[in-house]
């Protein structure tokens, strides 16, 4: 059973940077497509990054791409959001995922994984 514990989030001005961190335990027995996923109050939710367990090639919604990194540490124990110069429109819930992994569906615009964490509130406001 794959287990997901984000923390990391919290209030930041526009402009700011927070890091995201994921400790995920259980995701060993076979390969995984790790993601954070957002979901804003009364918007569906959005994928926003992935990355396969062991690495490889990473994927970014437009909308943060160049401004946010996903990664790992080495083990494979913790993955991890890098955000700067934050924007009011990232406020949202931030969640880390887990799903089986299949190429052609670990991407960042996919929010269908089997495993999720429960969240970490990220807010940037002036």
């Known amino acids: 059973q794959v287990q997901l514990v984000e923390s990391g989030g919290g209030s930041v001005q526009p402009g700011g940077s927070l890091r995201l961190s994921c400790a995920v335990s259980?995701?060993?027995?076979?390969?995984?497509?790790l993601g954070w996923i957002r979901q804003a109050p009364g918007k569906e939710r959005e994928g926003v990054a992935t990355?396969?367990?062991?690495?490889?090639?990473?994927d970014y919604a437009a909308s943060v791409k160049g401004r946010f990194t996903i990664s790992q540490d080495n083990a494979g124990n913790t993955l991890y959001l890098q955000m700067s110069d934050l924007k009011p429109e990232d406020t949202a819930m931030y969640y880390c995922?887990?799903?089986?992994?299949?190429?052609?569906?670990?991407?960042?615009?996919?929010?269908?994984?089997?495993?999720w964490g429960q969240g970490t509130q990220v807010t940037v406001s002036s």
């Open positions: 259980g995701a060993t027995d076979r390969k995984y497509c």
């Open positions: 995922a887990a799903g089986f992994y299949h190429w052609w569906a670990c991407v960042a615009r996919s929010t269908d994984f089997n495993y």
């Open positions: 990355i396969p367990t062991g690495g490889g090639i990473t």
